[in-house]
């Protein structure tokens, strides 16, 4: 069968019509797409950077608090100024070696330490704050001056986290690793901190906070979600080191997944989410939007220079939703 050729024209000017329409729609639906999955990963890039931000500002709360509630207390410092003197070594062996078994009943040393005045003023510090999970002071030497409870032992001078307060009698705002405290029974941040008595250090005090209490505080306990209508996030708080140390995980049909801290690493952590340094959000290969920003912490807090690990909160959703 012959097309005539007004057929032939009719087709041509069709197509020529079509083809930039086409082309105009692919382009509005690709770049529509691009645009609402910029948009979306900017949504979860600004709440990581907001929870973040509400985490730092309420850690530091916590610190500025405690410090002016210790520092700030003339009879802690008045007791501590007095002990000059250190401990015998063979002494500290001593009283090691009898710590793990005593009790309040059997150690006068242990009724000294956790009823004195200064134990007595630690733990109202502690009762007014569900945070806390315990405190400890020790004299300049690192032994043990008071507490809200029993501690694992005595002499604290040996431990890291009392050298990275004392700082070589400098004095330093020091927060160690996230790790298991025995003496509190949980996975804890620690906020060790140094007692002065003029510019002159003279004991060295330890917060210890739980963990998921405070994220919790944070939020109010409520789910973080994404978007319109919202979708369930998950929360993780990441170690410069990619080791995660708390994560509320809701990837499982929404339902919250119980993790051990530090028993994971969080996946592909390299590149700009692993420098810690900016927020962000990416893709990752196994189908999630992750959005991601640093914890801020002042650089000093009184007289005393504050030294935080690198942390990093992540907040993940799957990508299909």
């Not at 990619?242 to 997944?257: A, L």
């Not at 196994?286 to 005393?304: H, K, S, T």
Request: net charge negative.
């Amino acid at each position: 069968m012959r097309i005539g050729i007004r057929t032939k024209l009719l087709v041509l000017l069709v197509a020529v019509a079509l083809l930039p329409l086409i082309v105009a729609l692919v382009t509005i639906t690709v770049g529509g797409r691009q645009f609402s999955t910029e948009r979306y990963g900017q949504e979860i890039s600004t709440a990581a950077s907001l929870q973040a931000m509400s985490l730092g500002v309420s850690l530091s709360k916590e610190i500025e608090k405690f410090y002016i509630a210790i520092q700030y207390e003339p009879g802690v410092v008045k007791v501590l100024a007095a002990r000059d003197e250190p401990l015998d070594p063979a002494a500290i062996d001593t009283i090691e070696a009898a710590w793990v078994d005593s009790t309040i009943e059997s150690s006068v040393l242990l009724r000294e330490v956790l009823d004195n005045n200064i134990s007595q003023r630690l733990d109202l510090i502690k009762k007014e704050d569900p945070l806390i999970a315990e405190i400890l002071v020790t004299d300049r030497y690192g032994a043990l001056v008071a507490a809200t409870q029993k501690t694992s032992d005595y002499f604290q001078g040996d431990e890291d986290w009392w050298k990275g307060a004392w700082c070589g009698g400098n004095g330093c705002i020091y927060t160690p690793p996230v790790s298991f405290d025995e003496s509190a029974n949980l996975w804890s941040i620690d906020v060790c901190m140094p007692i002065r008595d003029g510019k002159q250090v003279v004991g060295v005090a330890k917060l210890v906070l739980d963990i998921s209490a405070w994220v919790k505080r944070r939020t109010g306990g409520r789910v973080a979600t994404i978007g319109t209508p919202p979708i369930a996030a998950s929360v993780m708080l990441v170690r410069r080191s990619g080791e995660i140390f708390y994560i509320d995980d809701h990837s499982h049909n929404g339902q919250s997944v119980s993790v051990e801290p530090l028993s994971s690493k969080a996946g592909q952590w390299y590149g700009e989410i692993a420098f810690g340094v900016n927020p962000g959000w990416r893709f990752t290969d196994d189908g999630m939007m992750q959005g991601f920003a640093p914890l801020n912490m002042p650089d000093r807090i009184g007289p005393n220079r504050v030294t935080m690990p690198s942390w990093s909160l992540v907040m993940c959703v799957p990508a299909s939703e």
